[in-house]
């Protein structure tokens, strides 16, 4: 009589899906890592009785490595960049992705010398489970810094002159056009942009968007005039286009913030919106439903980047290889335009 074949030991993903939980929650229980609810815990051991599972010793000895957190790292000057309506909402999305996983969120901010000191550390000592990178600029050294981390690393949009394998962005180029011919549409041909800091990633794509469409259209496109995602850069870029181009018939502004800072200009100016100058933003913040007039808007799924740059990084502790991903976006028509 033939033998029996040896019975397939269980893996852990079936464990995972017996406790019904992630492959990370059940790995950091069965390692008593911190971070796991009893109640978790408890369905984990259960499913490791009734399965006969019996974990594998190198694998534990990696799991006990975890920390139970992952980190959102952003490269800015300003400390109070996580008070910005954008950033709350990539927050917000983030951390209900990593809440499913059983992760917590610690939020880093690299606005100096010290801190990206501190940044780079963190990604050099695995002192997290994985991390998510924003807001960097061009030759910021966190980039390099991210390749030989020794950690799972996401980007959170493009860094500039790099494509990394890992990283959710939103279709910038895509949304500038939009709005672009949006004003285009309505039979304006001086149309202006105000474009984001132009050695970001978002910055130069969403003037490019802008340039493409008014090349399409057969029109020259105006000189980028440059601003930071805030509100005052917005008013004063809107001030230097009303000396330089003061027949501007409409506005593209890469960012609700700069958008809303250009309404303030033009109503000082004696300008109406839309008759005098229409005026498109980009993001769709809750700013720009407030804003006098509402503003027209191109639609980023803010939370949705949050959520999907914490599951692409679950995914990488988890051991798979995911795909890069970028959100579409949409035209959100108003009263601005």
């Known amino acids: 009589m033939a033998e029996d074949a040896p019975r397939r030991q269980p893996t852990l993903d079936e464990v995972a899906e017996r406790a019904g939980v992630s492959r990370s ?16 815990r408890e369905a984990v051991e259960r499913a490791v009785r009734q399965l006969g599972y019996v974990p594998n010793p190198t694998a534990r000895a990696l799991a006990t490595r975890q920390t139970g957190a992952a980190a959102l790292v952003v490269s800015g000057e300003d400390p109070s960049i996580f008070a910005d309506p954008f950033f709350a909402q990539v927050i917000v999305g983030a951390s209900a992705a990593l809440e499913e996983a059983d992760l917590h969120l610690m939020l880093c901010l690299a ?12 990604l050099r000592s695995r002192g997290a489970d994985g991390a998510m990178l924003m807001a960097l600029r061009e030759d910021d050294p966190l980039t390099r810094v991210a390749e030989e981390a020794k950690m799972p690393v996401v980007f959170g949009g493009r860094p500039v002159g790099t494509t990394p394998r890992w990283y959710v962005d939103v279709d910038n180029v895509g949304g500038a056009r939009k709005a672009t011919e949006h004003l285009l549409s309505r039979g304006l041909t001086r149309v202006a942009a105000i474009c984001g800091r132009l050695d970001t990633e978002a910055g130069r794509a969403r003037y490019h968007g802008y340039r493409d469409a008014m090349l399409a259209a057969g029109l020259d496109p105006l000189p980028p005039q440059e601003g930071d995602f805030t509100e005052s850069s917005g008013a004063a870029a809107m001030a230097a286009l009303l000396v330089n181009h003061p027949d501007v018939e409409g506005v593209f502004a890469a960012g609700d913030n700069m958008a809303v800072g250009a309404l303030r200009t033009l109503r000082n100016a004696g300008r109406q919106v839309p008759a ?4 498109v933003g980009f993001d769709d913040l809750t700013v720009a439903r407030i804003a006098d007039p509402p503003l027209t808007t191109v639609h980023q799924p803010i939370e949705a980047l949050g959520r999907e740059m914490a599951r692409m990084l679950v995914a990488l502790v988890n051991g798979q290889d995911p795909t ?10 108003r009263s601005s335009a």
Not at 25 to 39: D, F, G, T
Not at 111 to 122: F, N, Q, T
Not at 324 to 333: D, M, W
Request: aromatic fraction near 0%.
């Open 111 to 122: 606005a100096s010398d010290r801190g990206r000191k501190r940044v780079a550390e963190l």
């Open 25 to 40: 929650v059940a790995s950091r229980a069965l390692n008593n890592a911190p971070h796991v609810s009893r109640a978790k």
């Open 324 to 333: 890069a991903l970028i959100l579409p976006t949409r035209l959100v028509v």
């Open 276 to 279: 005098d100058v229409a005026v």
